[in-house]
């Protein structure tokens, strides 16, 4: 193919889109489907929610405790970790979705 038959932007108009979903995987760069559902997690005074990815070892979650304070958690292949102002709670994500909380008022 000469340059003259390639459009502006350098690719063949002809070739077909042979790339697979598989492809863009990464972290933040799942597809929305592949995501499993929000599942709440009850912990004192928190609203925490957390969900799984199905086709990566990734988990995200994000928490609030009413309008003083809030955290989001993304744990792409490793695991993820907060400390709370307000409360002193530490929240760790595993990638496999698993929720561990720790401190005074964890409970």
């Not at 990734?58 to 309008?67: L, P």
């Amino acid at each position: 193919m000469t340059p003259t038959e390639l459009n502006p932007n350098g690719r063949n108009p002809r070739a077909r889109h042979t790339r697979s979903p598989a492809a863009d995987r990464g972290a933040g760069l799942l597809p929305q489907d592949s995501w499993g559902p929000w599942r709440e997690k009850p912990v004192h005074r928190w609203s925490v929610w957390v969900r799984g990815n199905s086709w990566s070892d990734a988990a995200e979650a994000d928490g609030c405790y009413g309008k003083a304070d809030a955290f989001t958690l993304k744990a792409h292949g490793t695991s993820a970790t907060t400390a709370t102002v307000r409360e002193g709670v530490r929240f760790t994500l595993a990638p496999d979705g698993e929720l561990t909380v720790d401190g005074p008022r964890a409970s």
